[in-house]
């Protein structure tokens, strides 16, 4: 295989069952890291304003026409210096005292025992 837009060899390189690891050069991370600066709407996707490693993944697929696994985008993205995403600050919507309410009354109704169950043995042959 050839080398595809300055990316090594290694990269089109299966990696196993999890496909192909992504590896970019850090020429063409600079003009990836633009295009995330974007956001989601300028590359088409109107429904919200969140990257997902799924989206990521077909950005890649047509910018640099390189095929990467998720989890190697998400491999490429942890290299890149992001993390996980979590909220700021809590939503607006949410109401503590709702929450109090419904994990000291109903919780309690449908948690369970903490009883485990009877040991048992998965041979037909052998009791537990």
Do not use: N
Request: glycine content about 8%.
């Amino acid at each position: 295989m050839a080398p595809c837009l300055g990316v090594g060899r290694e990269a089109l390189r299966s990696k196993g069952p999890s496909g192909y690891d992504c590896r970019l050069g850090p020429h063409l991370q600079a003009r990836f890291a633009a295009w995330q600066e974007e956001g989601p709407t300028a590359h088409g996707w109107a429904d919200d304003q969140v990257w997902t490693a799924a989206r990521v993944r077909r950005l890649i697929g047509w910018k640099f026409h390189l095929s990467c696994s998720v989890s190697g985008v998400t491999r490429l993205l942890h290299r890149m210096g992001h993390s996980v995403q979590v909220p700021a600050r809590p939503a607006a919507e949410r109401d503590e005292d709702a929450i109090t309410e419904w994990q000291e009354a109903t919780w309690r109704e449908v948690k369970p025992s903490g009883r485990r169950p009877a040991r048992s043995s998965a041979s037909r042959t052998k009791r537990a």
